[in-house]
């Protein structure tokens, strides 16, 4: 009989510990070592995994070594994470980093099957992928990951024995893969997209974040099954880790895998937290508290140094790209359009102060006000439910005697906001001298109403309502009569290449969310430009209001960003030249920048 048991517990990201007959003090002392830690009887304790993998020598004050008996999948997970630290405490000590795999090792690594051309910066990021047990590549949006992410694939198969690879990754990225797929294998992999039963032939299996956690359990199997690599496309998603429904999964999954290889171009949009939680998956145990300790100081430069030898990124300056003029173009708010604003943040002031803590409450308030700053019309009919959760609001209701009742009563006079008025002067400008422009706007309704005033130009317009987005995108590439493309972030922030059609984006506003600004930006600047064409970006700002707000706390993430993954054109976007004329993201500090601009209404 064993006299400790260790096992995967009934929540995916936790281990249970059961003691034998008579171990029952063993283990009450043992929790004592283990931060999460909870006994559920004499008995029994579940931990967080990475609890358990960090503090493995806890284990070493058990009385009876020889009889605790692991899970297999623990059992390896454990002895991979302690050859994992020892692998990054070499790196990351070392004077001179290890080179195990070279550059010119890449084509003979890949194999004759492997026929996709690569750049010189994608060898390197191979050749520095494969000399890690596990992987990150935080290369810019269109530095071409996904083929990089295949020919690690190729390279395991030929000399490590993985047989085959789970993609997580969101829908937009499904078209990437399939593609390079047919394009680099001469017999290209046996491709499936997830269904109820994944097919066990598959070589590459692909499934979306959003379908991850109820299929952790046929997933998990599919990955033990056969020797497997695990990769996450777009892996900012997961950015909550533990603590999210699709990190949560992704950290369920991850044990199960022989390699692990996270993709993003944004892996920090927030702050530190996101980047613990991403190594955290990589290297369970140790990645976390290696990020941990590189950034306690303070010191994001010397962080940086730190934590280069564990990931790989290609910047835009490695792409050759011209950098993207970008500018922030403030328009002033009409008479009645500023009353409204003025009495509305005065009525959610006394709403906010005092209730910091609520944030779904303080994310509509934040909604409303990004809607008001826009175009306060957008106030009277709410949100559709096509619109992403965390901006999906009713109707403003405000009591018809109050005063703010009577100013919105004169709303439709005032449809046409200044920011409309610019987007149109902008598109039709570029319009005029053969340019395609992309439109963006968090919010649907705004989105409709653009459609409405650019009818001119035969806009093309995709939103989570839209049912047919490959042929709106078709025909905003192909149609010369459609000059403009209407969307939001978060619904084409990701993985769709506009850069060979469009090089003019007008942001009509921005949320809290700066990895999803960063994605978005990426659409027409990306790898394939020819090196002298033009890229113009033109934010929008209404003067006096949340959108001030939104830009220093922008601002601030990307410096942050820019500061730990050393790219100065990451840096340039925190600090934008001036051109005369939201609920999801927020965090502690944007909460604390809001209330700010919120008191100044409440005095």
Known sequence: MPSLTIEFGDEVTKARLRAGSGYEADLRRLALRLRSGVQRSASTMDVDIDDLLTNLVALSTWPEKTSVSWD??????????????????????????????????????????????????????????????????????????????LAVFQALRQTKGIERVLIVGPKSCYEAWQEENEICFAAPLRVDVFSREPDPAAEALIVNYERLAPAVNELGQWLSARPS???????????????????????????????????????????????????????????????LQAVAGGDLSKASRV??????????????????????????????????????????????????????????????????????????????????????VPPLTVPSDT??????????????????????????????????????????????????????????????GTEDREAEIDRFRNDPDCMVLLSNPATLGEGISLHHHCHDAVYVDRDFAAGRFLQSLD???????????????????????????????????????????????????ADLDEEPAVGGGLDQQDLQALLGHLRGYSR
């Open 523 to 573: 659409r027409i600047h990306r790898l394939g430009l020819p090196p002298e064409t033009e890229t113009r970006i033109t934010i929008l700002a209404t003067e006096g209001s949340i959108d001030e707000i939104v830009t220093a706390r922008l601002g601030d993430k990307l410096e942050f960003m820019g500061r730990v993954l050393d790219d100065p054109a990451v840096h340039e976007l």
């Open 229 to 291: 690599m695990l990769v996450l496309d777009e892996a900012h998603r997961m950015k909550l880790g533990a603590d999210g429904t699709y990190g949560a999964a992704c950290l369920a999954l991850g044990p199960r895998a022989r390699h692990r290889l996270i993709l993003t171009g944004t892996p920090a949009p927030n702050g530190v937290r996101d980047l613990e939680n991403l190594f955290g998956f990589v290297w369970p145990g140790h990645g976390r508290q290696k990020v």
């Open 403 to 464: 005063p703010l009742f009577k100013l919105m009563q004169d709303l439709p006079a005032y449809e046409l906001s200044p920011k409309y008025q610019e987007a149109l002067a902008i598109v039709a400008k570029n319009a005029a001298n053969g340019r395609k422009t992309l439109v963006w706007s968090t919010f649907i309704r705004s989105l409709n109403t653009l459609q409405r005033l650019l009818s001119a130009f035969n806009p093309a317009m995709v939103h989570g």
């Open 307 to 392: 934590l280069r030898p564990l990931f790989t990124r290609t910047t835009k300056s490695d792409l050759g790209l011209t950098p993207p003029e970008t500018k922030m173009v403030p328009v002033p708010m009409p008479p009645l359009h500023q009353e409204v604003y003025e009495a509305l943040c005065g009525r959610f002031s006394a709403r906010a102060i005092g209730a910091e803590g609520n944030f779904a409450a303080l994310g509509k308030i934040v909604v409303y006000m990004l809607m008001a700053a826009t175009s306060p019309a957008l106030l009277s009919v709410g949100t559709t439910r096509y619109e992403p959760l965390a901006y999906q």
């Open 72 to 149: 297999p999948q623990l059992a390896a997970l454990a002895t991979d994470s302690n050859t994992d630290a020892q692998a990054v405490e070499a790196r990351l000590t070392a004077e001179v980093q290890p080179a195990e795999i070279s550059v010119s090792d890449v084509t003979m690594l890949t194999g004759p099957d492997w026929i996709g051309d690569l750049t010189s910066f994608q060898r390197r990021d191979i050749a520095k992928l494969l000399s890690l047990r596990h992987g990150a590549n935080f290369s810019v949006p269109g530095a071409g990951k996904t083929r990089v992410a």
